[in-house]
C-alpha cells in the first residue's frame, strides 16, 4: 500500500548514473484500516549505481522535522539498539538469576563493566582487518576457544588452533596489548 503513495518518486532519475548513491527524502500522510488517524510517513529512496531498482525504506513518525533529519534520528536509535542486542548476545546480561533486586542490580553492572571494557579493548586492539567484528564473534574465535597449555621449566606455551585466528593475526593482537601496558607504563 505504501509503495503506491510513492510510486512518482520511484522513477530513475534522469542523467547518467553517478557513482555516489542519489538519496532523496520525502513524506506524505497515511492511514492504516487499524489507525485512529492518518500518521506522517517518511520516504527515504537511494538510487544505487549499477541497481535496477531503488532501495526503499520507510518510517511512520510523529516528528515535525524535515524527512532527513527524522531518517537520521532513526538511524540513530537503530544504531543503539544494535549495541543493546549485541550486549544482550556477548555479554549475556539479560541472565538476572538471583532473587533479590539488590544482586541482580550488582550483577548488571558487571556486566555493563564487561561489555565496556570488552568494547575498549576492541577498539584499541584489533587490528584493521578484524575492527569489524562483533563482541559474540571476539568471545567464539579470541575467548572460548580450546588451548594446549604445554608448561617447561622457564615458559608456558598455549597451542590454539588457528581455525579461528590465524599466528599473525593473534600475534599482532598480542603485540598491540603489549603497547598498551607499555603507554600506561611510561604514562
Not at 571494557?117 to 567484528?133: D, E, S, Y
Not at 621449566?153 to 599482532?172: C, D, G, N, S, T
Amino acid at each position: 500500500m505504501l509503495e503506491r503513495k510513492i510510486t512518482r518518486w520511484l522513477k530513475r532519475p534522469l542523467g547518467r548514473p553517478s557513482h555516489k548513491p542519489k538519496v532523496f527524502y520525502h513524506s506524505f500522510r497515511y492511514q492504516a484500516r487499524s489507525w485512529a488517524c492518518d500518521r506522517r510517513v517518511v520516504v527515504k529512496v537511494e538510487w544505487h549505481a549499477g541497481e535496477l531498482f531503488p532501495r526503499v525504506g520507510f518510517i511512520v513518525t510523529n516528528l515535525k522535522w524535515h524527512s532527513k533529519q527524522v531518517v537520521r534520528f532513526y538511524n540513530r536509535r537503530g544504531t543503539a539498539e544494535q549495541w543493546i542486542k549485541e550486549g544482550k548476545n556477548a555479554v549475556k546480561w539479560t541472565k538476572l538469576s538471583c532473587r533479590r533486586f539488590k544482586d541482580n542490580a550488582v550483577r548488571l553492572q558487571l556486566f555493563a563493566l564487561a561489555y565496556n571494557l570488552a568494547n575498549f579493548l576492541r577498539q584499541l586492539v584489533l587490528p584493521k582487518p578484524i575492527q569489524g567484528w562483533t563482541l559474540t564473534t571476539l568471545r567464539e574465535k579470541l575467548i572460548k576457544i580450546g588451548a594446549k597449555v604445554v608448561a617447561h621449566a622457564k615458559y608456558v606455551i598455549f597451542q590454539l588452533a588457528e581455525v579461528a585466528v590465524p599466528r599473525q593475526l593473534f600475534a599482532r593482537i598480542l603485540e598491540r596489548i603489549s603497547q598498551l601496558r607499555l603507554a600506561c607504563a611510561s604514562g
